[in-house]
């Protein structure tokens, strides 16, 4: 079976001023392939058995390409050895594929391949330029002269030998660093070097086929710096649902970053993982969805709450309570939603609660409301709350206990109403009150 090798130098850069950790290119491209090793400033992907995944050669070339370009890399190169992609990628050539192995790599330089180029002045005096002038002279000769792995290194450049690294192994959690090209005065700016770290991240989390709930991003000061500023600070962001999705996750930074105020320049930056979960990919269908090109709600309401804050945005929870006013309340978003069953009160639920029961007139033992009303259906009995206990202005407590019997009544004004009458000692008129309406 022919490999499929890619060659990433993390040496050269789009910006020199930023350096790229090799070890963190390493673990963001394992999530393209378990077939990745790392030497030095170069990391290789063997990605012949992955390509089915991804769709195909060229889908797959596009995603590493385009995440290789964002972490900063410009040197890359595909090509069926990974000594042969290294190469290219050393002299610009991005497609080790276009034509036989050999005619690729004999009009390359010496210079392209390290252990060739270690005995370059030698060979530069027997008349030897590139690697096809090297390959023409006798073997024998080669391997008395020169040390072993100069003929292995061909041999495995040209695909004549197997080649064998050892793989870099997935780690159980996420750390990484990242030094700043300057000094940085301002927190929103940290996201520039923030947004590479988020990357490697993703491509973490997309290998352990996990998502992030809750991740920390740490900044160190300049050594520069006032007494009272401290060494660094750090700000954790938290969402709603696991996630890996890296341009929703810069987004909710920034919007944090932006109200994060530096109290001495930084110069170095550090994103862990604080919480992580099992990533459940939703079921995809056959036929194309246009619900695909718009952003979910819930990633949306996540940003405004970053924005105006997290009691800003609040969500609907369901309690355990036989209460309609009390069946249900708001909670911020990032809260862990309840998982207890809510005891429907029987009969038809109003559209419209007041937050507090109107007391109805009474004319005949008949209720009113904008005239008579009419009793269509009932009674419902709800009764409980002797366990729900609130403290008054005075200090003392007292129980919110209820013992009601609701009717939808009917109005020939207001429409449908959703009526209860307390029930009382027999010595007592029983009131009525409106608590809902229908739409």
Known sequence: MTLHWAALLTDAVSDSSLRIDPQGVAVWALQFTPRVAQKGATVWLEVAQS?????????????????????????????????????????????????????????LPIESMDAVNAHQATLARLGCQTLADVRKLPRGGISRRFDSELLLALDQAYGLRPEGYPWVKLPETFSAKLEMPGRVDTAPALLFGARRLLLQMGGWLSARQCGVTAFTLHWCHDAMRARDAGEGGNLTVRTALPTQNVEHLCRLLGENLAKVHLLAPAGELALSATEV???????????????????????????????LGQHRVLRPTLNEDSRMAWMAYWQPMNVKR?????????????????????????????????????????????????????????????????????????????GALWIF???????????????????
């Open 277 to 307: 979960s099992p990533f459940i990919e939703t079921s995809r269908s056959l036929l194309p969805d246009d619900r695909a090109s718009f952003e979910a709600v819930g990633l949306v309401l996540e940003r405004i709450e970053a924005r």
């Open 338 to 414: 309840s998982t207890s069953k809510v005891r429907q009160v029987p009969g038809p639920q109003p559209t419209w609660i007041l937050k507090n029961p109107l007391k109805l007139d009474v004319r005949d033992d008949c209720p009113l409301y904008q005239g008579p009303l009419q009793l269509l259906l009932g009674p419902e009995r709800v009764e409980g709350g002797w366990w729900h206990r609130v403290t008054d202005v005075e200090g003392g407590q007292h129980s919110l206990q209820v013992a009601r019997d609701y009717w939808v009544a009917l109005s020939q004004h207001a």
């Open 421 to 439: 009458q307390q029930r009382l000692p027999r010595n007592e008129a029983a009131c009525w009150y409106l608590h809902g309406i229908f739409a």
């Open 51 to 107: 390509m089915r995944l991804f769709g195909g050669e060229d889908p797959l070339h596009q995603r590493v390409e385009a995440g290789a370009a964002e972490l900063g890399i410009r040197a890359l190169a595909w090509a069926p050895t990974s000594l042969a992609a290294l190469a290219c990628a050393r002299m610009g050539l991005r497609d080790g594929f276009a034509m036989p192995l050999a005619q690729v790599l004999d009009p």
